[in-house]
């Protein structure tokens, strides 16, 4: 029950868009369609943004998408606006009835 | 309207035990997919427990064989025992709910935090 890989911080200017990469393995990331991301605002609690890698739930913006290539899961933020700063966390289901979080990413709009 | 509220938390000593509580509205526990995650002051979250809607039971390595997941359908709460308490257990508790079964969080509770220390 490894952690997923996040970077530590992201960056980017209003209107830009950024991605955060989750790389695991081919025990989880790699091998079930089942990532999802959740944003967390200081003090806040976590609010999901995506789940089975690209799907969004109601009432996020169209501007988070998901994606995946081999062991890595990607979030993408297009036109990046100051209400998107946050920490981000990748999840994968990771076999055996369990659940494996990345480290998680600090999202800075510049 | 969907709402988890959990209470339980508390300071205890290393070695001790503490019974956390999470309160739902709105939807069947029972019905559900009901986990326990957790984050450490400044630290990332860290997925602790999950309790099938058929009632099974998983854990993670860190707590297996030490927490106990479990739920009363006639209060509609979701619990976690928590024994032999450690200090890197420190951590907001929070209790989310899986409704589709897809091993995804849906609806978070606010937490509880959890203070491990002499």
């Known amino acids: 029950q490894s952690a997923l890989t996040q970077p530590a911080s992201v960056s980017g200017s209003p209107g830009q868009s950024i991605t955060i990469s989750c790389t695991g393995t081919?025990?989880?990331?790699?091998?079930?369609?089942?990532v999802s991301w959740y944003q967390q605002h200081p003090g806040k609690v976590p609010r999901l943004m995506i789940y089975?890698?690209?799907r969004r739930p109601s009432g996020v913006s169209n501007r988070f998408s998901g994606s995946k290539s081999g062991n890595t899961a990607s979030l993408t933020i297009s036109g990046l606006q100051a209400e998107d700063e946050g920490d981000y966390y990748c999840?994968?289901?990771?076999?055996?009835?369990?659940?494996?979080f990345g480290g998680g990413t600090k999202v800075t709009v510049l | 309207e969907v709402q988890l509220v959990e209470s339980g938390g508390g300071l205890v000593q290393p070695g001790g035990s503490l019974r956390l509580s999470c309160a739902a509205s709105?939807?069947?526990?029972?019905?559900?997919?009901m986990n326990w995650v957790r984050q450490a002051p400044g630290k990332g979250l860290e997925w602790v427990s999950i309790?099938?809607?058929?009632?099974?039971?998983y854990y993670s390595d860190s707590v297996k064989g030490r927490f106990t997941i479990s739920r009363d359908n006639s209060k509609n709460t979701l619990y976690l025992q928590m024994n032999s308490l450690r200090v890197e257990d420190t951590a907001i508790y929070y209790c989310?709910?899986?409704?589709?079964?897809?091993?995804?969080?849906?609806?978070w509770g606010q937490g509880t935090l959890v203070t491990v220390s002499s």
């Open positions: 989310a709910r899986d409704e589709s079964s897809g091993w995804h969080l849906d609806q």
């Open positions: 709105g939807f069947i526990v029972s019905s559900n997919y």
């Open positions: 309790i099938y809607s058929a009632g099974t039971t």
């Open positions: 081919s025990n989880d990331v790699g091998i079930y369609s089942l």
């Open positions: 089975d890698v690209t």
């Open positions: 999840c994968s289901y990771a076999g055996a009835n369990t659940l494996v």
